[in-house]
């Protein structure tokens, strides 16, 4: 779970997450609590699925975009 | 001609005739003259070199009484004054080849030049690359007359103090040391020749050695995350407040382990990131979950998505940390967590 995916994919992570920014990587102190917990539980939802997906190369998981669109603005 | 070099060879209980896995645990002796493949090591030493006694020990007392078997190995070596070590080789067993590295690093310490040989890959490489002279080896011990033939000349060498030449010339595993070296040509007009030989589809060999990756084997899916233990670790360098461990904010070669089993969130009062790679105003002043999701996974297990979390969590800084020590940290904390039945692992990197 990271906030450079480019990183742990370059040296051969098998499940990578991307998270959003390097000073918070599993959430966004900007949002509001609820929409904060929301979006924690996706990221870590995610990475828990990666767990789940069967993977040959590093492989990148991308947590809910309609969530994360609204956290890069 | 001047009195012959005297070699000492260190050999496993296999190599070294006393038996298999059964003998595994034989303590270090020593056996007059050359054992076992050491015949063969004889031969290629020639007049040169005698071998003047052959040091056995099996692979797990090796490994795991290192304390004792580094004495042993010591005191044997200060009683048959060898001007060289030869060790193995060891192909691709790990306990031989760590046995084998730290031999040579024993003799190395007393200034006796040391030599084994091992696959690149093998854990006595891994652990000790910068301490020790490897040929490189396959994994097929039917090259052993060959091996122990670049074996000797490089001990020879390394006896008559003849400088070596690059790893690839000579056939060691590199140990990264850097030569200077006097070329005939200037760079533009190799990097020229490089670039011909490349667009023609010829060999070249590039002056650029870059550190490689491992090349991992993505872990099998879980099954069933109902029934899975999750384990968690950080390298936001996430400490209980006052960082008693004095965990470090770059460069860090150690991990810690903080209990968390009846933790629910990481609060600010409690805990604190001592990284020094970016700002952690946010994990200090406002949720240190942000750089390992506690609350989250605590949320989850609560609704039954996961059976359970591990009750430590395993926590470094990554910053500016060398590959070797991510390395060494990261099998360690998969080894312990493998141990304790951990079924996933969430790392938070920041």
Known sequence: ?73 | MAEAIRVVHYLNQFFGGMGGEAQAYEPVQVKPGPVGPGRALQGALGDQATIVGTLIAGDNYFTEELDAAKPAVEAYLDELRPDAVIAGPAFDAGRYGLACAEVCRIASARNIPAVTGMHPDNAGILTYRNDVLAVSTGTDSTEMVAILRQMATLALKRVRGTELGPAVAEGYVPTGRRQEVMHDKYGYERAADMLLARMAAKPYHSEMCLTGYDDVTPAPPLRDLKDAVIGLVSSGGLVPRGNRDRLVGSKAEQFFKYDIEQVGSLTVEEWESVHGGFGTLILNTKDPNYAMPLSTVRYLEDAGHIKQVYPQFFSTTGNATAVSAARRMGGEIASELTANRVDGVLLVAT
């Open chain 1, 1 to 73: 779970m990271t906030a450079m995916p480019a990183i742990p994919l370059s040296v051969g992570a098998s499940r990578v997450v991307r998270g959003v920014r390097v000073p918070h990587v599993c959430g966004d102190p900007a949002l509001s609590e609820d929409r904060d917990h929301e979006l924690r539980a996706r990221i870590v939802t995610t990475a828990l699925n990666a767990l789940t997906t069967p993977v040959s190369t590093p492989t990148l998981f991308e947590p809910d975009q309609t969530v994360l669109e609204e956290v890069a603005r």
